[in-house]
């Protein structure tokens, strides 16, 4: 059986884990974004506390997934839970760190000006400084997704959703009738998807970033 005889024979399958791969991807991006951002605002006008947020968040970057899943999955159990929580963890540092960056990178001028016409504190950064900060959290977000679209298929080793499970069974048959193309299968569906999630921040971007702010 060719590649392309596998994946039409089981299509109804591979659609599936393609959808439930990108809904973890996305909800774990979204989940990481809200923590990422609270902790940049909370974290950006203190050297130190910008430093520690980020020394944190690189730390936890160089566990390696299988140690991590392994720590979690006594806590969580099997399933989503532990894949997701590893998830959200790995994806904080491009996200906080952008955040601090975007943020700090706001011209004194600006705010100056909106503090001058009456703005309170809140209002200077949610309507002025978050939306200046908008792109670099964006460029976050964008490299944290393609960064969870491989390491969602290791999550599989805690029984998380997505075509990690179709990987590794291919693996663990190498051999085996259709093993290659099960393992192809699974690696090409992550790749497609990453060029699709890709195709949808470009388009995030391009709609929500003002001209002048894109540069």
């Known amino acids: 059986m060719t590649l392309f005889d596998y994946i039409a024979d089981r299509w109804d399958r591979l659609a599936l884990q393609s959808w439930l ?15 990422g951002v609270l902790i940049g605002v909370a974290v950006y006008r203190s050297p130190v506390g910008s430093a520690v947020a980020t020394g944190l968040a690189s730390t936890i970057l160089t566990i390696p997934s299988f140690a991590l899943l392994g720590l979690l999955i006594p806590v969580f159990g099997l399933g989503p839970t532990p894949a997701v929580v590893a998830l959200v963890l790995y994806a904080l540092l491009p996200i ?4 601090i960056v975007g943020l700090a990178g706001v011209d004194p001028a600006v705010t100056d000006a909106a503090k001058g016409i009456g703005m ?8 002025v ?7 670099a959290i964006l460029a976050g977000m964008r490299v944290a997704t393609q960064m969870l679209m491989g390491i969602a298929v290791i999550a599989a080793y805690a029984k ?15 051999g085996s009738a259709n093993a290659t193309n099960q393992a192809l299968a699974g690696t090409l569906g992550v790749v497609i998807l990453a060029l699709l999630l890709e ?3 470009f388009f995030i971007a391009r709609f929500t970033v003002s001209r002048g702010i894109r540069g």
């Open 21 to 35: 791969h990108v809904s973890e991807v996305v909800q774990s991006t979204l989940l990481a974004a809200v923590l």
């Open 96 to 99: 906080t760190r952008n955040t």
């Open 120 to 127: 309170g504190r809140l209002a200077v950064l949610t309507r």
């Open 129 to 135: 400084e978050l939306r200046l900060a908008g792109p």
């Open 160 to 174: 998380g959703p997505g075509l990690g499970g179709e990987v590794f069974s291919g693996l663990t048959r190498a």
């Open 199 to 201: 195709g949808v921040y």
